[in-house]
T-cell receptor, first 113, second 115 residues
Framework: DTEVTQTPKHLVMGMTNKKSLKCEQHMGHRAMYWYKQKAKKPPELMFVYSYEKLSINESVPSRFSPECPNSSLLNLHLHALQPEDSALYLC????????????FGPGTRLTVL | AQSVTQPDIHITVSEGASLELRCNYSYGATPYLFWYVQSPGQGLQLLLKYFSGDTLVQGIKGFEAEFKRSQSSFNLRKPSVHWSDAAEYFCAVGGYSGGYQKVTFGIGTKLQVIP
């Protein structure tokens, strides 16, 4: 299995809602990532998890809260988002933090009303 | 700091014509280089990568890229474009930073294919 899966595929939420994005991989990878991609822009790194511990937070607002319950799962909890947070959220994994190749999931298209 | 420049934001080619997408990178050591393709609303699919060795790299879907250290370039080529190749193409450079392999993406080149 060389796939990263993400659910849901699409999500629409209000600014007062709480929702979560889920990412899963079964490749035995020990590094996982969240990226945010706005329309017509390249992906931007948000968080890096290394061996289930948060190692990089690229100054992301606290309304985004990542969680890594185990080595296969990565969640992104969303609360009190703003319309400008609407974007494609991509999850990725790599064999370990030093491995150059990232495997990307299909993304979750988030719309904040 | 590492960076990637894709000078062409939008390219239009006729189906069956050849294609070259340009990419220049900046990195202090030998870089890891990637080309990704993204269809509208989709995730990123890896087309090919260069880590070391042969500077001409073959990828999926008939794409190839050539690493030229002297020019700091990693241009993507395809001899004959198909309508299904219409998508956004991202060049990326990987380098070690802050305890992990950081990937920096270029701004992307949108490819339009006309019949």
């Amino acid at each position: 299995d060389t796939e990263v899966t993400q659910t849901p595929k699409h999500l629409v939420m209000g600014m007062t809602n709480k929702k979560s994005l889920k990412c899963e991989q079964h490749m035995g990878h020990r590094a996982m990532y969240w990226y945010k991609q706005k329309a017509k822009k390249p992906p931007e790194l948000m968080f890096v998890y290394s061996y289930e511990k948060l190692s990089i937070n690229e100054s992301v607002p606290s309304r985004f809260s990542p969680e890594c319950p185990n080595s296969s799962l990565l969640n992104l909890h969303l609360h009190a988002l703003q319309p400008e947070d609407s974007a494609l959220y991509l999850c990725a994994s790599s064999q370990d933090p030093g491995a150059p190749r990232k495997f990307f999931g299909p993304g979750t298209r988030l719309t904040v009303l | 700091a590492q960076s990637v420049t894709q000078p062409d934001i939008h390219i239009t080619v006729s189906e069956g014509a050849s294609l070259e997408l340009r990419c220049n990178y900046s990195y202090g050591a030998t870089p890891y280089l990637f080309w990704y393709v993204q269809s509208p609303g989709q995730g990123l699919q890896l087309l090919l990568k260069y880590f070391s060795g042969d500077t001409l790299v073959q990828g999926i879907k008939g794409f190839e890229a050539e690493f030229k250290r002297s020019q700091s370039s990693f241009n993507l080529r395809k001899p004959s474009v198909h309508w299904s190749d219409a998508a956004e193409y991202f060049c990326a450079v990987g380098g070690y930073s802050g305890g992990y392999q950081k990937v920096t993406f270029g701004i992307g080149t949108k490819l339009q294919v006309i019949p």
